[in-house]
Antibody
Framework: QLLESGGGLVQPGGSLRLSCAAS????????MSWVRQTPGKGLEWVSA????????YFADSVKGRFTISRDNSKNTLYLQMNSLRVEDTAVYHC????????????????WGQGTMVTVSS | IVLAQSPGTLSLSPGERATLSCRAS???????LAWYQQKPGQAPRLLMY???SRATGIPDRFSGSGSGTDFTLTISRLEPEDFAVYYC?????????FGQGTKVEIK
């Protein structure tokens, strides 16, 4: 399972660090992503990281502000969010990527319940 | 790539067939077209990947089809637990994008 934590209320321009604790599967061989969800904009992929942590990817909307990392010794995924904006308000889910042969990642087969991030003054 | 799902809401009775559409603004690689189910208060659950492959534990009343820009998720006979919101998803050069969702509600 995946269990997110670290959400909360933060002012615009502030920072927050989310964590995602993984269990029940081999975390160190699994690529991971963060996906956020709002009632208005629906589901939005935010960032991804390879199993080793050597490759990271970001949506244009968060590039330069968010950093993704992982600690395979602790089975934990992180999302460091800086320069937060009101539009970053959402429930943030971590998700395990399903990798199939040559196509690579074909979807997300395990999701956490999410942690709420509210950016407001 | 923008994914447009239709209809926004589908009102059906248990036992009926549900047909959900996902249309992409550009051609999508079939390897990277997936469908998810989400119930209130729960995280999304992967149903289908690679257009037509069912994820682990997904019953065979769920099927997917399509290619290029037009994709369909079909639920052959709706069970009470199938009433939920369904999202399509694709992977392109800018990462993953999702459709806005189709709500399947009890008529």
């Amino acid at each position: 399972q995946l269990l997110e934590s670290g959400g909360g209320l933060v002012q615009p321009g502030g920072s927050l660090r989310l964590s995602c604790a993984a269990s029940g599967f081999t975390f160190s061989t699994s690529a991971m992503s963060w996906v956020r969800q709002t009632p208005g904009k629906g589901l939005e992929w935010v960032s991804a990281i390879s199993s080793s942590g050597g490759n990271t990817y970001f949506a244009d909307s968060v590039k330069g502000r968010f950093t993704i990392s992982r600690d395979n010794s602790k089975n934990t995924l992180y999302l460091q969010m800086n320069s937060l904006r009101v539009e970053d308000t959402a429930v943030y889910h971590c998700a395990k990527e399903l990798r199939i042969g040559s196509p690579g990642t074909v979807g997300f087969d395990l999701w956490g319940q999410g942690t709420m991030v509210t950016v407001s003054s | 790539i923008v994914l447009a799902q239709s209809p926004g809401t589908l009102s059906l009775s248990p036992g009926e067939r549900a047909t959900l559409s996902c249309r992409a603004s550009q051609s999508v690689s079939s390897s990277y077209l997936a469908w998810y189910q989400q119930k209130p208060g729960q995280a999304p659950r992967l149903l289908m990947y690679g257009v037509s492959s069912r994820a682990t534990g997904i019953p065979d009343r769920f099927s997917g089809s399509g290619s290029g820009t037009d994709f369909t998720l079909t639920i052959s006979r709706l069970e009470p637990e199938d009433f939920a919101v369904y999202y399509c998803q694709q992977h392109g050069s800018s990462g993953w994008t999702f459709g806005q969702g189709t709500k399947v509600e009890i008529k």
